[in-house]
């Protein structure tokens, strides 16, 4: 069995699970050529839950009537609960593990994955902290809260910074970012897993889910992944995009004290000003430790 087809079978397993602890009627899984999959019922009402592999990944289908109640239901056990209903506030799991990253689109500097564990009660906390989004926070902001999120969740986070030349090394392995950044997301996921039990995690969505969970070992293998547009909105991974930022910050801070210069995020005009400036003083060896090379803007630097 190929590592896609094994993934698909160990998803449609986690959801019959999830299934029987939730009294929800389910039939045995069963597999054709393409996919496993299984139905769910109640009274005159079915549903059926399709997991597809293929060359592209795993690919998860709930085929029914939309507007009935069980399809509501079943679809927030597979995709995740909905993020906002116009007069309801954001519904998050119990306790869950967040994770986001920082640094994708910068030409400069590492890229940053993390990774937070949060129950009720740190979530509460979390809030009252100023967690958000950390796209809408300054970097002082950003600096004093990622203190404040690592004193409320004690040792329930995990950070993991990839630097340019260990990530420009990963890169020539994997050939594709999301790749890179579902083993990344995983690795975190399984150091959190070896401190705190959660039966859920939640991440921005950057690819197929297949990416985050093809990597995943013993510790995650049951774990129930949603990957969800602006999942920001959800506090555990608005703390995990917070803590990313402040330790993608605190490189730039090191190596613009080091290099007596000031390196520019993102990847604009002015960025590959700065690089074509930085190769001309440094010399075109220093690149590899600084910069991600597979982005065109080497190319144009070179």
Avoid: C
């Amino acid at each position: 069995m190929n590592p896609i087809e094994l993934s698909a079978e160990k998803i449609i397993n986690t959801y019959y699970r999830l299934f029987v602890q939730q009294g929800i009627n389910v039939s045995p899984v069963s597999k054709s050529a393409y996919n496993y999959e299984v139905t769910v019922s109640r009274s005159n009402e079915k549903l059926k839950i399709q997991v597809y592999f293929g060359k592209r990944g795993n690919k998860v289908i709930l085929q029914g009537n939309k507007e009935s109640k069980l399809y509501q239901k079943v679809s927030e056990i597979v995709f995740g609960p909905k993020l906002f209903d116009a007069n309801d506030e954001l519904s998050e799991p119990e306790n869950y593990i967040g994770t986001d990253e920082s640094g994708k689109g910068d030409y400069f500097g590492p890229l940053v994955i993390a990774g937070v564990f949060a129950d009720k009660n740190m979530i509460s906390l979390l809030k009252k902290a100023g967690v958000r989004d950390s796209k809408e926070l300054g970097d002082s902001a950003i600096k004093k809260i990622a203190y404040e999120i690592k004193e409320i969740v004690g040792n329930g986070y995990d950070i993991i910074m990839i630097s340019p030349e260990k990530y420009n090394e990963l890169y020539e392995k994997f050939r594709n970012v999301n790749r890179l950044l579902g083993w990344a997301h995983a690795k975190v996921l399984e150091n959190i897993l070896l401190n705190y039990n959660a039966a859920e995690a939640i991440s921005d969505k950057f690819g197929d889910e297949s990416y985050i969970r093809n990597s995943l070992q013993e510790k995650g293998k049951n774990i129930l992944l949603h990957q969800i547009t602006k999942a920001e909105k959800y506090t555990a991974v608005a703390a995990a995009s917070i803590l990313a930022r402040d330790k993608f910050n605190d490189w730039f801070e090191k190596k613009n004290r080091e290099l007596k210069i000031q390196l520019p995020k993102g990847a604009s005009s002015g960025v590959e000003q700065t690089a074509a400036s930085v190769k001309k003083i440094f010399g075109g060896e220093i690149m590899n430790k600084l910069v991600k090379l597979h982005f065109k803007t080497t190319q144009k630097i070179l």
